[in-house]
């Protein structure tokens, strides 16, 4: 069974109570939240110790935190991260003020 994870990151999220797990007879999503890269790192390796093989990670990481990421699991672990079309740039700073 595959197992995936995505981590939103923002300090109004309470990670003891953000967050949802969703399981199939073929794979099982995981959605994490974390405040600080402190915490992305720690939860990034016990879902690595889990099972997951990939983690997708929101637009408030970027390459470099990607990166810590995948080197926090010991590049044993797919890390992406969303990014958008540079051309929405004024609706998503518009959305997210």
Known sequence: ???YAFLLMGGH???AV???RFETD???VILRTVRT???AE????????DGVGAIELCGAFGPE????????TGNQVAIGYVVHNPR????FTAFFQ
């Open 42 to 49: 720690t939860v990034a390796k016990e879902l690595w110790q």
């Open 18 to 20: 953000h967050q949802c």
């Open 65 to 72: 935190n990607a990166d810590r990421l995948t080197e926090a």
């Open 13 to 15: 999220y309470d990670p």
């Open 88 to 91: 929405l740039d004024p609706l």
């Open 1 to 3: 069974m595959k197992k």
């Open 26 to 28: 073929r794979d099982v």
């Open 37 to 39: 890269m402190e915490e």
